[in-house]
């Protein structure tokens, strides 16, 4: 079976990766899938930094607006999906450009889950409780002991992935770093070409500040707010997200507007730095500044000339 080929458009935030998405769809007659972990859930616009809908008007964009805030979505539900919106509008001869921010999903997507087992709350907790009264070095010692190859790759601070590397050890037998290894090697349906935006990071900081202090003048507090009166808890995962979070202190009483928007977008900024390591780690991406759309559009069309699809 021959490989469905994508344009991957991913990039930190506040970068530029729509606007770039529709004009690349809209000059080649192909179509948007999401790959941001938040645009999927409906209600929220503002602080998701959504497509509007005149933008969607202008390409036609998948797994947007799919699950409410309450429902369950993760890496693999949107690798699951994503397949088959991708196979449905390779059919049609369409390109296809995945575009987004959340490197976990879109590498879901082109290689797949590893093959770890399920969370065991009974055994995190044990390593959490360890953690919490012995230090995250007693852990990191632990893990040095069972599993000497995960440790030498993971950063002795970083408590989250040394837990995990200890869970799935305990329960397999086998070091997270051989399943790692393994599923590196796995087949992708696709043939790819990957494009990054890069923004100076202070050009980028004052981006994702001007952003941030539209999002407020747009309406984002009513749209929080309207989440709370549908009945959405607090607590809910997306709810918890980077600017949700921030709003429904500031609703609480516990600073005011100006301190929300400034906490938004120091966070955001954390975010974004962020992102830039995880995609910085895949040297297949081709990196341009947002501006260099000739330079973009010209390897965009050799790619898809390449694969039949103008």
Do not use: C, W
């Given at each position: 079976m021959s490989k469905i080929p994508l344009v991957i458009i991913n990039a930190p935030t506040a970068t530029g990766k729509t606007s770039l998405a529709i004009m690349l769809a809209r000059k080649f007659g192909g179509?948007?899938?999401?790959?941001?972990?938040?645009?999927?859930y409906r209600h929220m616009d503002i602080g998701t930094a959504k497509p509007t809908k005149e933008q969607r008007r202008?390409?036609?964009?998948?797994?947007?607006?799919?699950?409410?805030?309450?429902?369950?979505?993760?890496?693999?539900?949107?690798?699951?999906?994503?397949?088959?919106?991708?196979?449905?509008?390779?059919?049609?001869?369409?390109?296809?450009?995945?575009a987004g921010g959340t490197g976990l999903y879109i590498r879901a997507l082109t290689k797949g889950i590893i093959d770890t087992p399920a969370v065991d709350e009974k055994i995190r907790n044990h390593y959490k409780k360890l953690g919490e009264t012995r230090g995250k070095n007693y852990l990191f010692e632990l893990l040095k002991e069972k599993d000497p190859a995960a440790a030498f790759r993971i950063n002795p601070n970083d408590a989250v992935r040394v837990i995990r590397a200890l869970e799935v050890f305990d329960q397999t037998g086998e070091s997270?770093?051989?399943?790692?290894?393994?599923?590196?090697?796995?087949?992708?349906?696709?043939?790819?070409?990957?494009?990054?935006l890069r923004v100076e990071r202070e050009i980028l900081k004052a981006r994702i500040a001007a952003r941030t202090k539209e999002m407020i003048a747009?309406?984002?507090?009513?749209?929080?707010?309207?989440?709370?009166?549908?009945?959405?808890?607090?607590?809910?995962?997306?709810?918890?997200?980077?600017?949700?979070?921030?709003?429904i202190r500031y609703l609480a009483g516990d600073y005011d507007l100006k301190q929300a928007e400034l906490l938004i977008a120091r966070d955001t900024w954390h975010y974004a730095k962020r992102q830039m390591t995880w995609f910085a780690a895949d040297k297949s991406i081709q990196w341009f500044a947002p501006d260099n759309e000739p330079k973009i559009e010209a390897e965009v069309k050799n790619f898809l000339q390449e694969n039949d699809l103008i």
């Open positions: 179509e948007i899938v999401n790959a941001d972990s938040m645009q999927v202008e390409a036609p964009h998948h797994l947007i607006d799919v699950v409410d805030p309450d429902e369950e979505f993760n890496a693999a539900l949107y690798a699951e999906t994503a397949r088959a919106v991708i196979g449905e509008i390779n059919e049609r001869k369409k390109p296809v450009f995945v997270i770093t051989s399943k790692q290894i393994r599923h590196a090697f796995s087949s992708t349906p696709y043939r790819t070409l990957k494009i990054g747009a309406g984002f507090v009513d749209e929080v707010r309207g989440l709370l009166q549908r009945g959405y808890s607090q607590k809910l995962k997306p709810m918890q997200s980077l600017g949700y979070r921030q709003i």
